[in-house]
């Protein structure tokens, strides 16, 4: 199994609360990514790293922010956590080489309740 | 824009029953088509892939071919086991859009003893 721990892996929050998420790798590998999974809608990218600090939007940016200080770690940020934040996140690792043969590795997810 | 598109569910069998689930894509160029598996309380892992045009992706019994000419990658298996029962995600990934992964809405399997 890819070596990918995230952390907490449950989090019980309020409307407004700061909260932080945390993502560590021990495969090396340059690509990380941060998903949203909501019933429904499957997995969706809110940000992802294709490098120590180099960090891009996805699709469901808003609200979130990312930081990548070191190569195992990538840290998602909810400024001010909302209701609609509510989700389970997961964490993904790729070695992509350039090619779309992007087979990802992912963590266990973090469920986060904002209420 | 890239998309993907797979059947809805929930999808119930009785064991050993041969099971589809169709996935359809939209992409530019000629993307990657994977198939993952996500079980209860975990997160999800790659079940099998395709690279190419006519490429048969293939594991642990379940089988998938890339056919560009009908934009789809449909997964099946000849005889599943309560232990397949799962949600099951296609996705693809492009040579546009900075190569992110789109995935589908997944598609949960029930088996039945």
């Known amino acids: 199994d890819a070596g990918i721990t995230q952390s907490p892996r449950h989090k019980v929050t309020e409307t407004g609360t700061p909260v932080t998420l945390r993502c560590h790798q021990t495969?090396?590998?340059?690509?990380m990514y941060w998903y949203r999974q909501d019933p429904g809608h499957g997995l969706r990218l809110i940000h992802y790293?294709?490098?120590?600090?180099?960090?891009d939007k996805g699709e469901v940016s808003d609200g979130y922010s990312v930081s990548r200080s070191k190569t195992e770690d990538f840290l998602l940020t909810l400024e001010s956590a909302t209701s609609s934040q509510t989700s389970v996140y997961f964490c993904?690792?790729?070695?992509?080489?350039?090619?779309?043969?992007?087979?990802?590795?992912f963590g266990p997810g973090t469920r986060l309740t904002v209420l | 824009g890239d998309s993907v598109t797979q059947m809805e569910g929930p999808v119930t069998l009785s064991e050993e029953a041969f099971l589809t689930i169709n996935c359809t894509y939209t992409?530019?160029?000629?993307?990657?088509l994977f198939w993952y598996v996500q079980y209860p309380g975990e997160g999800l892992q790659l079940l099998l892939k395709?690279?190419?045009?006519?490429d048969k992706g293939s594991n642990k019994g379940f089988e998938a071919t890339y056919r560009k000419e009908t934009t789809s990658f449909h997964l099946e298996k000849g005889s599943v086991q309560v232990s397949d029962s799962a949600v099951y995600f296609c996705?693809?990934?492009?040579?546009?859009?900075?190569?992110?992964?789109?995935f589908g809405a997944g598609t949960r399997l029930f088996v039945k003893a």
């Open positions: 993904a690792i790729s070695a992509r080489d350039g090619s779309t043969d992007n087979e990802q590795f």
């Open positions: 495969e090396n590998h340059r690509y």
């Open positions: 790293s294709y490098g120590v600090k180099d960090t």
């Open positions: 992409a530019t160029g000629y993307p990657s």
């Open positions: 395709a690279t190419k045009a006519d």
């Open positions: 996705a693809l990934t492009a040579n546009t859009g900075g190569f992110k992964t789109i």
